[in-house]
C-alpha cells in the first residue's frame, strides 16, 4: 500500500525519508512542491534527484479525498462534497470575497456532541478525518478555484468550522495546521487560521501549548442552564471553566482576543436579558462576538431571530463595548450556510462518544 506523504507534516515527513535512505532537506523540496507548488506528480518535481522520483512513484503517493458533488451558489460560495469512504461524505465551503477567500474545513465524519441547533450533530459521528483528508480539503479548494492574476492560490484564511469538533481529532488537526503555518507548506499566517471550538477545555490548553492559532468558541447562551440544553458538551465543561481556559488560552494566542460565536434562536437565547447576562458573563475576557443568524435545516425546531432582535441583542453588546458583527448568511441556496453542513455519515455515536469526550 502506498504511502500518501499528504498525511505527513515537516517532522514526520523528515522522518519517513530518512528511514527509506534520504537525507532531510529532500523534506523541505517535497513540500514546496506539493504545497506551494500544487504538484501531486512525483516526475513533475525536476529539482528532485531522480532516483528518489522512482523511489517516491513506488511506494508513496499524494491524494485527496474524491469529490462526490460540486455546488456553486448564487453568491459565488462553493460546496464540495468528499467521499470520507465507508458510506461516509464531508462537506468543504469555500467563500470567496474581494479581499480575501476563506475555506471552511471539516475535521470529522459527523459530530458527537449534538449541539441541538446544528445539522451535522443530528447525523451522529463515525471517525476522525485523517490528516490527508483535512488538509486535503485545502489542497482541493486551492486548485478547483485556481491561482489569481498574481499567481497566488485562493485561499488566504481557513476556520474549521466544518463538519465535527476539531478538538475531539487534536493529532490530526494540529497536523494538518502545522502544514498550513510552515513556510515549505501553505505558509498561511496564524491570525488567519481559526479553530472552532464547542468548548473542550484540556484541549484548548494543549492548542495554546502546541500550536496557537486564532480561537474561536461556540458560546450561544449566556449562562449553564440554557447551554446544557444547547450545547451539551457544557455540561462536563461549563462556562466558569470554559472562560478560565479562553483565558489561559489568550497569552499565547496571536490574536488579543477570543471570538465567541452565537446563533440567534428566536425567543430562546436572543432576548435584551440574554444580551446583559452575556455581557457580565464574558467581562474579564478580552473578546469580540460574531452573531449568527440560525440557518434552518429539515426538522430542527428551532426558528431564526427577527433582525430587530438581533440588532437590539448586537447593540446591548456594542454599548458595553464588546466589538460585535451580526454574520452575514453566504451559500444558504445550497446549504453550506454555518450550522447547515451535512454531509452523510454511518453513525457510530453510541460506541464512541463517551471515547471521544472522556479521552480529554
Not at 523534506?27 to 529539482?47: C, N, V
Not at 499565547?252 to 452565537?262: K, L, N, S, V
Amino acid at each position: 500500500m502506498q504511502q500518501n506523504l499528504l498525511d505527513f507534516d515537516a517532522q514526520a515527513l523528515t522522518g519517513y525519508l530518512t528511514e527509506i535512505g534520504e537525507k532531510p532537506f529532500r523534506a523541505r523540496q517535497l513540500m514546496r512542491w506539493i504545497y506551494k507548488g500544487g504538484e501531486s506528480d512525483f516526475a513533475a518535481m525536476t529539482d528532485i534527484a531522480a532516483s528518489l522520483r522512482d523511489k517516491l512513484s513506488q511506494s508513496a503517493c499524494i491524494t485527496v479525498p474524491k469529490v462526490l458533488r460540486e455546488e456553486l451558489s448564487d453568491d459565488g460560495t462553493r460546496k464540495w462534497l468528499l467521499d470520507a469512504g465507508t458510506g461516509n461524505a464531508v462537506e468543504a465551503v469555500y467563500i470567496p470575497e474581494e479581499t480575501r477567500g476563506t475555506l471552511c474545513i471539516s475535521t470529522q465524519a459527523g459530530c458527537s456532541l449534538n449541539c441541538s441547533f446544528c445539522s451535522t450533530g443530528k447525523q451522529g459521528f463515525n471517525r476522525n478525518l485523517t490528516v490527508a483528508e483535512i488538509i486535503g480539503q485545502l489542497w482541493w479548494a486551492n486548485h478547483q478555484v485556481g491561482r489569481n492574476s498574481e499567481g497566488l492560490w485562493p485561499v488566504s484564511n481557513v476556520v474549521m468550522m466544518g463538519m465535527g469538533e476539531p478538538l475531539l481529532n487534536f493529532d490530526n488537526t494540529v497536523r494538518a495546521l502545522r502544514l498550513m503555518l510552515d513556510d515549505h507548506g501553505f505558509g498561511l499566517s496564524r491570525r488567519r487560521v481559526t479553530v472552532s471550538t464547542s468548548g473542550i477545555v484540556p484541549a484548548i490548553d494543549r492548542l495554546r501549548d502546541e500550536c496557537p492559532v486564532a480561537l474561536a468558541v461556540s458560546l450561544h447562551a449566556p449562562n449553564d442552564k440554557l447551554r446544557d440544553e444547547l450545547v451539551p458538551i457544557n455540561q462536563k465543561y461549563p462556562l466558569q471553566q470554559l472562560l478560565a481556559s479562553c483565558q489561559r488560552y489568550l497569552d499565547r494566542a496571536p490574536r488579543d482576543f477570543i471570538t465567541f460565536e452565537y446563533v440567534m434562536l428566536d425567543g430562546v437565547n436572543d432576548s435584551v436579558q440574554h444580551a446583559h447576562e452575556l455581557v457580565k458573563l464574558v467581562r474579564e475576557v478580552p473578546c469580540k462576538f460574531n452573531l449568527i443568524p440560525f440557518n434552518p435545516f429539515p426538522n430542527s425546531r428551532y426558528r431564526r431571530s427577527r433582525p430587530d432582535s438581533i440588532n437590539h441583542f448586537r447593540d446591548v453588546l456594542m454599548q458595553a463595548d464588546i466589538v460585535t458583527t451580526t454574520r452575514k448568511t453566504r451559500g444558504d441556496d445550497i446549504a453550506a450556510a454555518c450550522g447547515q453542513l451535512a454531509g452523510q455519515v454511518q453513525d457510530k455515536t453510541r460506541r464512541t462518544l463517551q471515547r471521544t469526550v472522556g479521552a480529554m
